[in-house]
């Protein structure tokens, strides 16, 4: 069982370009989100998906989009990626609906912005 | 909305001392509580929870915290710290009937041989 997969788990960007980061999860869960890791600052939710077809936003939206492509998917695209946003990237999983209230996260992906 | 305070960001200890972590959360309705550990180089894994019923939770590591309503506190403690508890442990809270899962800053526990 892989629980929370993410790709890619390093990447480095120059100031302006654009990539996703990829989510997937094979627990059938409806909640995904999206987390930044940031030293003294914890993690911050970026956006979140209650159910297939919803997102909303979380503490950190600007800067971000995401796709919640079907129940196992959620992505995180950078449209035009700032320093700021060197950081450490957590997306996890929940079924809260379904009465377990535990987040399972991937393995993180360390995004560095030049 | 929801928040979550972690006053300490650093805790050490001497090995085999007790240890007690401390969360204050802020909410306008009820709360869910959690707490949350973060070993080096790895993702978060779950410790405990708190959802109803007894304020005292325990996890299998021999951590507890207790849930106090009137302090609004969360408070992890363990009673004789192992080297391998070394990492950082974060506070959350979730309203009820809301999603979204709002994370304290952390405090990194560092054992003391």
């Known amino acids: 069982n892989a629980g929370v997969t993410q790709t890619p788990k390093f990447q480095v960007l120059k100031t302006g370009q654009s990539m996703t980061l990829q989510c997937a999860q094979d627990?059938?869960?409806?909640?995904m989100y999206w987390y930044r890791q940031d030293p003294g600052m914890g993690l911050r939710l970026i956006y979140y998906?209650?159910?297939?077809?919803?997102?909303d936003k979380g503490e950190v939206p600007n800067g971000y989009n995401v796709s919640r492509l079907n129940k196992r998917e959620f992505s995180l695209r950078l449209e035009s990626a700032a320093p700021s946003q060197t950081s450490v990237y957590f997306c996890a999983s929940s079924d809260v609906s379904g009465g377990d209230e535990k987040l399972f996260f991937g393995s993180g992906t360390q995004l560095s912005v030049l | 909305a929801q928040s979550v305070t972690q006053l300490d960001s650093q805790v050490p200890v001497f090995e085999e001392a007790p240890v007690e972590l401390r969360c204050n959360y802020s909410s306008s309705v009820s709360v869910y509580l959690f707490w949350y550990v973060q070993y080096p180089n790895q993702g978060l894994q779950l410790l405990l929870k708190y959802l109803s019923g007894s304020t005292l939770v325990e996890s299998i590591n021999g951590f507890e915290a207790e849930f106090n309503k009137s302090q609004t506190s969360f408070h992890l403690r363990k009673p004789s710290v192992h080297i391998s508890d070394t990492a950082e442990y974060f506070c959350?809270?979730?309203?009820?009937?809301?999603?979204?899962?709002?994370f304290g800053t952390g405090t990194r526990l560092t054992i003391i041989p």
């Open positions: 998906s209650a159910s297939e077809g919803t997102t």
């Open positions: 627990m059938n869960h409806n909640s």
């Open positions: 959350a809270v979730r309203n009820f009937g809301n999603e979204k899962l709002t």
